[in-house]
């Protein structure tokens, strides 16, 4: 068994050896002149002196040009939309994964409170019957009633706020239809004289 091993492993080792292989000129050869890479025919370089010449352009080209000219104003438009609204975009992706993460890890009694608090806007529905204006304000008040009641802080901060804007928006339309009614009613020349002062 050792000679049988002894003749396999001997010619698999000789097959791992590297041999180098120096090639010699005949003696009796002529040398040979190298050529030069501009000599070679694959690398001629031309006669004659090239010259760019445009050609003229096609109809379609022409057509082509006029249009994406026509449509300039009109990219450039989207292109600072795009721009405008990208951040608010992403910040509205941003909210929603944020609000997805605290979803996924929500306080412990989170869910049902979230339920009654939907609940009371269905509730909201069922009493607006044939008003619309019912409908814009009974939903959203019964479900701000049922959240006040899980989150007193939040209601509280939230009227004074609310109620400091509407005080403001109240106090700029007090202010509009005061500058209206000085305009339109109260000129000069459309005072009225009472009969006694003549």
């Keep these: 068994m050792f000679k049988v091993l002894q003749k396999s492993v001997g010619p698999a080792s000789l097959s791992l050896l590297t041999f180098r292989v120096y090639a010699a000129p005949k003696k009796d050869s002529p040398p040979k002149n190298s050529m030069k890479v501009d000599e070679l025919s694959l690398y001629s ?3 004659g002196q090239s010259k760019y010449m445009e050609e003229p352009r ?5 057509g082509i040009s006029q249009l994406r000219h ?3 104003p009109y990219t450039n438009w989207c292109q600072e939309t795009y721009s405008q609204t990208k951040p608010k975009m992403q910040s509205l992706v941003q909210w929603g994964l944020d609000s997805y993460e605290y979803l996924q890890n929500a306080p412990p009694g989170f869910f049902p409170r979230l339920g009654v608090i939907g609940f009371a806007g ?7 019957r044939g008003s619309k204006l019912k409908k814009l304000v009974y939903p959203p008040g019964f479900m701000g009633l049922a959240a006040s009641i899980y989150y007193p802080q939040q209601a ?6 609310s109620g400091e804007k509407l005080y403001d928006w109240g ?3 007090y202010i509009v239809i005061e500058d209206l009614w000085k305009e339109n009613f109260q000129k000069p020349g459309n005072v009225k004289s009472s009969p006694g002062n003549k």
Excluded: A, N, S
């Design 45 to 47: 370089v031309p006669e």
């Design 58 to 62: 096609t109809q379609l080209e022409e």
């Design 70 to 72: 026509h449509c300039e």
């Design 122 to 128: 269905v509730v909201g529905l069922l009493f607006t």
């Design 156 to 161: 509280i901060t939230f009227i004074q706020v």
């Design 171 to 173: 106090l700029r339309g």
